[in-house]
C-alpha cells in the first residue's frame, strides 16, 4: 500500500484529486491534511469520509512538529502539496497570511520530506533517497505573470508575479526548486491555468456568476471584463497531476492548460444565456490592482513529454459545471453563508 499525503485537500482541486486517486488506484491510502480555512470543505469530500483508504487530518502545514509526527506515523510515499492562500483579491487585503502559508507552510513540508526520505539523513552531502519518493508542487500560471494579446507561457519563461498571492507562490515554487538542486530531494512542479468544474469556492469568477443569477443578484465585473484566461475542466488538472506524479522527469515543471482562451465577460455572458437571465444584472466594478490581463498556457511540454492532453472543450465543461450547481444549490447554501458574505461585500458592495 502507497501512502500518499494530499495537502489542501479539502479544497476544490484538491478534493477533486483526492476522488480521482481512490477511484483510479486500488493499493494507494491518502491522509488529507487541510486546516478548513474558508475555502476548505468537508462536505466536498462527503462520499469517501468512510473510506477505509481515506484518512482526514485537520491541522496547519505550518505545524512542524505535527507534520513530521504524520511523516514518522504514514511513511509517506508521495507527497502532493495543494495547500495554498489561493484568492488574490484576499491576497491583496491579507499579504502575510500568504506569505507564511504558502511560503513557510511548502518549506515546513520540503524539509520534513527530505528529513524522512533521505537514506542518509545525517549526511548533507548525500543525496540519496528512498526509490520512487517525490514531492509534487501545485502551482499557477500566475508566477509568469501577465502575457501581451501574442504568446504563450511556456516552463522556461522568468517568474514575474503581480499580486501578493502569486509572488508567494513564486517564491513557494524556487524554495522547491532549490531543495532538488541543493539536496537532490525528488521533486515536480506543476503550474494550471484557471480551473473551474464541481466544488469551487464561489469566490471565483465562474461559481460566483452562477450563484448570483440563480439569486438575481448583480453580477460583478472587474474593469472592462475583457481580461482573458486559459480555462482548465479540474478534472482534466487532476488527470495531468496524476501523469507528473508517476511519469514527470526529476526536477522538472510542467505546465497544464485547458487550450480555452476566452475573456471574463464571454464567460458572463454564456452562463446569463444558459441560465435565462438578463444582461442588466452585469455591474462593471472597478478594476482590483495588479490585475493581469492575459494568460494563455503552452501545454507542449506535458503534452509530448507524458501523453496528456485536456479531454473537455470549454463549451462541454462549462455545461456541466453548471448544471452541477444547479443540482447543488443545498451546498452553495452552506458554503455562502457566514464568513463569505462578508467578503462579497467588502469587495464588491
Known amino acids: 500500500m502507497k501512502t500518499v499525503l494530499v495537502t489542501g485537500g479539502a479544497g476544490f482541486i484538491g478534493s477533486n484529486y483526492i476522488k480521482l486517486m481512490l477511484k483510479k488506484f486500488n493499493d494507494y491510502q491518502i491522509v488529507n491534511v487541510d486546516n478548513l480555512t ?41 507527497v502532493v502539496n495543494f495547500a495554498a492562500e489561493s484568492h488574490v483579491d484576499r491576497s491583496i487585503e491579507e499579504p502575510e497570511v500568504f506569505l507564511t502559508t ?35 508542487q501545485v502551482s499557477t500560471d500566475e508566477v509568469y505573470g501577465a502575457l501581451g494579446k501574442e504568446g504563450m507561457f511556456v516552463e522556461t519563461m522568468p517568474l514575474k508575479p503581480n499580486s501578493p ?25 506543476t503550474r494550471c491555468s484557471n480551473n473551474y468544474g464541481p ?24 474593469g472592462d471584463g475583457m481580461q482573458i484566461r486559459d480555462w482548465l475542466h479540474v478534472k482534466d488538472h487532476c488527470e495531468a497531476i496524476n501523469a507528473v506524479l508517476h511519469k514527470g522527469q526529476d526536477g522538472e515543471i510542467y505546465n497544464i492548460g485547458g487550450n480555452n482562451e476566452k475573456a471574463n465577460i464571454e464567460i458572463v455572458r454564456l452562463i ?30 506535458i503534452s509530448k513529454e507524458l501523453s496528456w492532453k485536456p479531454s473537455y472543450t470549454f463549451a462541454e465543461g462549462v455545461e456541466e459545471t453548471i448544471q452541477w450547481y444547479l443540482d447543488n444549490s443545498k451546498w452553495i447554501e452552506n458554503v455562502v453563508s457566514g464568513d463569505y458574505k462578508n467578503f462579497y461585500l467588502r469587495m464588491y458592495k
Open 38 to 78: 474558508y475555502a476548505g470543505n468537508l462536505e466536498n469530500l462527503a462520499e469517501i469520509q468512510n473510506y477505509n483508504r481515506y484518512t482526514f487530518i485537520k491541522a496547519d502545514i505550518r505545524n512542524r512538529k505535527l507534520i513530521n509526527k504524520l511523516f514518522d506515523k504514514y511513511n509517506f510515499k508521495y
Open 102 to 136: 504558502n511560503v513557510i507552510g511548502t518549506q515546513v513540508l520540503l524539509e520534513a520530506a527530505k528529513n524522512h526520505w533521505k537514506i542518509y539523513p545525517d549526511d548533507k552531502y548525500s543525496t540519496e533517497y528512498n526509490d520512487g519518493v517525490k514531492f509534487l
Open 165 to 189: 498571492y502569486s509572488a508567494s507562490k513564486a517564491s513557494a515554487d524556487l524554495i522547491v526548486r532549490a531543495y532538488n538542486r541543493t539536496f537532490g530531494l525528488p521533486i515536480n512542479i
Open 199 to 222: 466544488y469551487q469556492f464561489p469566490e471565483k469568477l465562474i461559481p460566483l456568476m452562477i450563484n448570483n443569477c440563480l439569486n438575481d443578484e448583480n453580477l460583478p465585473v472587474y
Open 272 to 301: 446569463i444565456k444558459t441560465l435565462g437571465k438578463s444582461e442588466n444584472l452585469i455591474k462593471y466594478v472597478k478594476d482590483r490592482p495588479g490585475h493581469d490581463r492575459r494568460y494563455a498556457i503552452d501545454n507542449t511540454k
